[in-house]
């Protein structure tokens, strides 16, 4: 089971004003601690799904106070044991009572704020993202030439494209517009250097288009959409539970990068041809990642922690919803008529 305490500081004498602000809210445990300069040091411990809410509360109540601040920490283990309460009937397939403002949902996830965090580093544009850039398409060319899908599984573990494509569909979902400019800066940053650097590559390198780890990207179907759905649906879900070793699997399976670097081989080699046909793999991966993103994340009960910001993100999750939901179409009708 997935725990949290939820530290709260504030000043002395709101202990009984922390109790009333969560009392609605299953808290496993908290203890208070007096410290220094008149502050008062709340902890309370709840199950990782509970926390969104927990958060909300506190928020609600306190952050108006000079002195509030607030702050997640993960627990690795905790004695005695967090037992769960024992079911009086089972469980259906999905829950949709809802308790405390939030929604049940029939699959647990981490905190609004713990995602945002999480994303927060994977959506800057700095110079480190610009070398794993560089980096992860090296290696993908090397594999991609030297037919070794090992190597070019290397370059898909790297997968410098996937935090920004994560990073734009939580905003979407949380109607951050800062965010989502920021990520999509990122993300086209980053593939125009990989499909730069690509192009050098294929135009120094002789390009064997018949070698099977290119010849495979240069051959579409919907396979492949269903695919692309799939893996980014499952690398959203797992974002959301806080699995980060099952992101692994996702992004061997989701894959942006190999089909932009043969992309990019094939037009500094002169394939134009074969270069449409990675190019509608690339867009299809591309698209399905960012559809399933969203998706899964209102699925998930993503929103904002305001209401007033609750119209904006509506807006956007359909805006992007019905752009990314039209493009897939055309990729469709491209894929089954024009490759």
């Not at 800066?185 to 650097?197: E, N, P």
């Not at 980060?244 to 134009?272: E, K, N, R």
Request: with cysteine; charged share 20%.
């Amino acid at each position: 089971m997935a725990l949290r305490i939820v530290e709260v500081i504030l000043e002395s004498g709101n202990e009984e004003n922390v109790r009333d602000a969560v009392k609605d809210i299953d808290v496993v445990d908290m203890w208070c601690s007096p410290t220094s300069k008149g502050r008062l040091e709340v902890h309370l411990l709840v199950k990782a799904e509970k926390s969104e809410a927990l958060v909300d509360a506190l928020g609600k109540a306190f952050d108006s106070l000079v002195i509030f601040r607030l702050l997640i920490l993960p627990v690795e283990a905790t004695l005695p044991k967090v037992e769960e309460p024992p079911k009086e009937e089972p469980v259906p397939e999905v829950v949709e009572e809802v308790k405390n403002g939030e929604k049940n949902r029939w699959i647990k996830r981490i905190s609004r704020e713990e995602l945002q965090e999480d994303v927060e580093d994977s959506s800057d544009l700095n110079l480190v993202y610009l070398i794993t850039v560089i980096l992860s398409v090296l290696v993908a060319a090397i594999g991609l030439l030297k037919d070794n899908v090992a190597v070019v599984i290397g370059a898909m573990v790297i997968a410098p494209l996937l935090g920004p494509n994560v990073a734009m569909s939580l905003a979407t979902s949380l109607g951050d517009n800062k965010m989502i400019a920021k990520s999509a800066k990122t993300l086209l940053a980053g593939i125009f250097l990989a499909l730069s650097l690509s192009v050098i590559i294929g135009m120094i390198f002789t390009v064997d288009t018949t070698v099977p780890e290119i010849a495979y990207r240069t051959n579409i179907d919907l396979s492949d959409v269903v695919l692309a759905l799939a893996s980014g649906a499952a690398g959203a879900l797992f974002f959301t539970i806080g699995t980060s070793t099952a992101l692994v699997g996702v992004m061997v399976a989701v894959a942006l990068l190999p089909p932009l670097v043969v992309m990019g081989m094939l037009l500094g080699s002169g394939h134009f041809d074969l270069a449409y046909e990675t190019l509608l793999l690339f867009m299809t991966n591309f698209i399905c990642v960012n559809l399933a993103g969203v998706a899964v994340f209102v699925a998930q009960g993503v929103k904002p922690s305001h209401w007033w910001h609750a119209a904006l993100a509506k807006k956007s999750v359909s805006y992007a919803l019905l752009i990314w939901v039209a493009l897939l179409i055309v990729m469709i009708v491209l894929l089954l008529f024009f490759s």
